[in-house]
């Protein structure tokens, strides 16, 4: 349930930027959702959830969004915290919203409904397959506009990469971004942790190296295709 907190005292989604790229690469996985969330709220509907695999940029595109309309950023089971007389009349993020109580995802729907109010949920799955107890909040979750995000492209996946060598003054050789593109995982966390376990080497980053890598580690599902 909503409860009565000061604006400091909640607990926020901070907006800066946390090892993703300050720059959003647009490209044909999310080109899509970019152009929707420009408009948005401007455009039809107060209430919009943004789902898509883990690592595809979701929580990076909606915090990018979250700053352009001066939207209050909460997470998952903490938006109970949030006061609901700041969040009434504003926009409202709330990210890995499944994991918000059914209780409080009802009000922050309605609270949504208030003028310039809006309300943008972020999760993996979709809300019409979340888990809940309530009949009216089954049936608001399932009429939301539901804007879809894919894994990141090679374009995308390729940005977030040089974007971590960058962060650790790393200039790898001319083929190891194709290379790896090909062989890790399609998420941005993938992408930080090949960057980092190079890096580890410290040795000049080759297409040799990474090869090297790669194949040390043939278990590391969550990271390897």
Known sequence: MLARRTMTDQLRLPLQSDGVD??????????EAAAIL???????????????????GKSHLARLWAERVGALALVGAEAATADPIELEGRP???DIAQDADDETLFHLINLAQADGGAL??????????????VPDLRSRLDALRVVAMEAPDDAVLSAILRARFA???????????????????????????????LDAEHRPVTRVLA???IEANPD??????
């Open 167 to 197: 962060e650790r003054s790393i200039t790898p050789a001319e083929d190891v971004i194709d290379y790896l593109v090909r062989r890790i995982d399609r998420s941005a966390q993938a992408a930080a942790d090949i960057v980092a376990r």
């Open 120 to 133: 943008l949920l972020v999760s993996r799955p979709s809300p019409r397959r979340w888990d809940v107890s």
């Open 92 to 94: 409202v993020l709330l």
């Open 220 to 225: 590391s599902g969550d990271l390897f295709e």
């Open 22 to 31: 300050p720059a959003f690469v647009r490209s044909n996985c999310n080109a």
């Open 38 to 56: 420009d408009r948005w709220p401007d455009d039809a509907g107060r209430v919009m959830a943004l789902c898509g695999p883990a690592g595809c």
């Open 211 to 213: 090869r090297q890598v």
